[in-house]
């Protein structure tokens, strides 16, 4: 399978942990976004990169939040002290982007829980 | 902030009627693209827009773009179970790649 794959698909943790998600994306795209996702709402932007850069983060991300791409390819994001407001499924999707296009793939998705 | 909103948030039809979301944004956009999820499942891309007035088909589904380049609609013809599933917008604006969504308009169709 060569689409956008992340590691776990489900996590179950106490509140106040910290947890780290992982997205592999399909191999030549240059950009990688995260989008949080909670019931009968669309995706929420959090942030993406284009390449090993990380170009644009939402106001919404509390500095609990953080993600990086160190070598352009794959992507973690790290919640440190969990909140069960944080209960949400974590999206990842990547694309190649051209000056006519951007289709994101989206992954599968992590389901957090923090209880 | 920028906004898009989508409507209805649900709608449910009998196999072979029609069914339209519409979707709007805010503020100007520079495209819009539109998205499908099956229950329990991940987006899939359907489509993107780019020009105003744009107006793109796929088989039953028929995409719009406004003038305005600020709303957008999708339409089914004769629905079928198949198309069940959430049906998003997502607007980007001129140099960003951020992408917003819409809430999702859920379809259900009684066969």
């Known amino acids: 399978d060569t689409g956008v794959s992340q590691d776990p698909r489900h996590k179950i943790t106490k509140r106040g942990q910290n947890v780290t998600f992982r997205c592999d994306p399909i191999?030549?795209?240059?950009?990688l976004y995260w989008y949080r996702q909670t019931l009968g709402q669309g995706p929420e932007f959090l942030t993406y990169?284009?390449?090993?850069?990380?170009?644009?983060k939402s106001r919404l991300l509390s500095d609990r939040f953080s993600a990086e791409r160190p070598k352009g390819s794959f992507s973690t994001l790290e919640i440190q002290r969990t909140e069960q407001g944080d209960s949400a499924m974590y999206l990842c999707?990547?694309?190649?982007?051209?000056?006519?296009?951007?289709?994101?793939?989206f992954g599968p998705g992590t389901r957090l829980t923090v209880l | 902030g920028q906004q898009v909103m989508q409507i209805p948030q649900y709608q449910h039809v009998q196999e072979g009627e029609d069914f339209t979301t519409y979707c709007n944004s805010s503020?100007?956009?520079?495209?819009i693209q539109w998205y499908k999820q099956r229950p329990g499942g991940h987006p899939v891309f359907l489509i993107q827009?780019?020009?105003?007035?744009e107006v793109k088909k796929q088989k039953r589904l028929t995409f719009q773009f406004g003038e305005a380049k600020k709303n957008s609609s999708l339409h089914i013809t004769a629905t079928q179970t198949t198309d069940v599933g959430t049906y998003f917008c997502?607007?980007?604006?001129?140099?960003?790649?951020?992408?917003?969504f819409g809430q999702g308009t859920t379809l259900q169709v009684k066969p």
């Open positions: 827009l780019v020009k105003s007035g």
């Open positions: 503020t100007t956009l520079s495209n």
């Open positions: 997502a607007g980007r604006r001129s140099n960003t790649g951020k992408l917003i």
């Open positions: 191999s030549e795209h240059n950009r």
């Open positions: 999707a990547s694309s190649l982007t051209s000056a006519s296009t951007d289709t994101q793939y």
């Open positions: 990169f284009q390449n090993e850069a990380q170009l644009e």
